[in-house]
């Protein structure tokens, strides 16, 4: 990330921070942290009993489930789901872009069209490898940069004006959305007994496409919680800690697809919303994480971490792996991927400083586990050259220099 975007990016973070931290004073806060690191404690602790019961239920509930293994497994079922479309459009989400969806189904000559402002903007910048913050992806572009990405793509000549922008994108969003039956979404949280699928939001976006024919949502096997009281606890911190408010504008909560009993009491599906809907369920290295790296699935996805690391502020999502930022992305991609592409998004990066658990709700010990991994890095040969070359000095000298 050039100079300019760094500079961006922080002063967008610096905004952010001060909302977060004013309300972390707050004693229902406090409480709320202590309620979601316990259940998303138990949660890891149950993995696989949530697994079948989420299954079981959700296929109750008439959704179909889907478990994927791994992303190749994941691509193939979305792929069966989407191979006649031309046009699909999808939300914000990490897990989408963990399993490489949108090259996938772009190499297909599926067109996919981001429906999040941010990730929209971020999808026309041919600079922009990465969102640079999980909520707020565009963090880095300021209103310059985006007027011009927005105006070289559209070929119009619009002014920095966020209103002018943000009227051109939505205008050609919904455009494409008219010509979409297959709305794509991530999910912030699964509640396993009652087979319902949380969604938060604030630009309504994810409504309009749960709203599709077919509603496909793609999670982590990480998101699973026992209920949905528990999963609107665990979306309500996460928005305190992603946004600095304590409510999102919107709150979905989807257990079935659509339908009505209006008439006699007899259930009729395929009213206004989807007539399907599934859920793709993925493992793809949690499981492994969870016993070897348990603390890195408590996370809940609020990105407060990356706004507090000085090595995030430093060299912004160069420090990280696809969607997953600063030093609790690096550890779980450990998992999702392997060591190498660990230690090569920034393992080492790490002062282990530990200012990043300071700032958790849920207090992931991320320098903890990166200590650890960088032990196991070591042994399998993943490792600075310099740095093997200071340990080497220190024991012949007993200094590094
Ligand atoms: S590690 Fe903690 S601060 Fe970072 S995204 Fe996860 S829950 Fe949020
Ligand atoms: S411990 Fe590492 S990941 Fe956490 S804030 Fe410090 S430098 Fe960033």
């Known amino acids: ?20 931290n004013n309300l972390m004073e ?16 138990n949660s890891i602790s149950n993995l696989d009993n949530l697994i079948k019961t989420a299954k079981t239920n959700f296929e109750t509930n008439g959704i179909d489930f889907i478990f994927a293994e791994d992303s190749k497994k994941a691509l193939s079922e979305i792929y069966k789901l989407v191979k006649d479309e031309t046009v699909v459009a999808k939300s914000k989400s990490n897990t989408i872009f963990e399993i490489g969806l949108t090259t996938f189904l772009e190499d297909k000559e599926i067109e996919v069209v981001e429906t999040d402002m941010g990730d929209r903007i971020v999808q026309l910048d041919p600079e922009s490898r990465a969102p640079s913050h999980p909520i707020g992806p565009a963090s880095h572009l300021n209103v310059e940069d985006i007027a011009q990405i927005v105006s070289e793509k559209f070929i119009v000549e619009i002014e920095p004006d966020p209103h002018a922008i ?16 297959i709305g794509i979404t991530g999910a912030n949280s699964i509640a396993a007994e009652d087979g319902s699928i949380i969604l938060v939001h604030n630009e309504g976006n994810i409504s309009l496409l749960s709203m599709q024919d077919l509603h496909i949502v793609v999670v982590g096997i990480d998101k699973l919680v026992r209920t949905i009281e528990d999963a609107i606890s665990v979306v309500k911190l996460e928005t305190i800690f992603a946004t600095g408010t ?23 599906e395929d009213m206004y919303g989807a007539k399907k809907v599934v859920v793709i369920m993925i493992d793809n290295g949690r499981s492994e994480a969870s016993k070897k790296c348990r603390e890195c699935l408590l996370c809940i996805g609020c990105g407060s971490c990356v706004v507090s690391c000085p090595v ?30 660990c230690f090569e998004g920034g393992l080492f990066f790490c002062t282990l400083c530990g200012l990043c658990t300071l700032d958790c709700p849920v207090e992931v010990p991320t320098n903890e586990m990166i200590e650890k991994l960088r032990e196991d890095s070591v042994k399998s040969g993943f490792f600075h050259k310099k740095h093997y070359d200071i340990v080497k000095k220190i024991k012949k000298t007993g200094q590094p220099f």
């Open 166 to 181: 943000i009227k051109v994108i939505k205008t050609d969003i919904i455009n494409e959305l008219s010509h979409c039956k």
């Open 246 to 268: 304590t409510v999102p504008a919107y709150m979905n909560v989807i257990s079935s697809p659509s339908k009505t009993a209006d008439i006699e009491q007899v259930l009729i």
């Open 1 to 20: 990330m050039n100079k300019s975007k760094l500079k961006t990016m922080r002063e967008s973070f610096h905004i952010l921070e001060e909302r977060r």
């Open 26 to 41: 707050y004693e229902a806060t406090k409480k709320l942290m202590d309620r979601v690191k316990k259940i998303r404690e």
């Open 312 to 341: 995030y502020n430093a060299v912004g999502y160069d420090f990280g792996y696809r969607g997953y930022l600063g030093g609790r992305g690096i550890a779980l991609s450990r998992f999702i991927e392997n060591e190498k592409t």
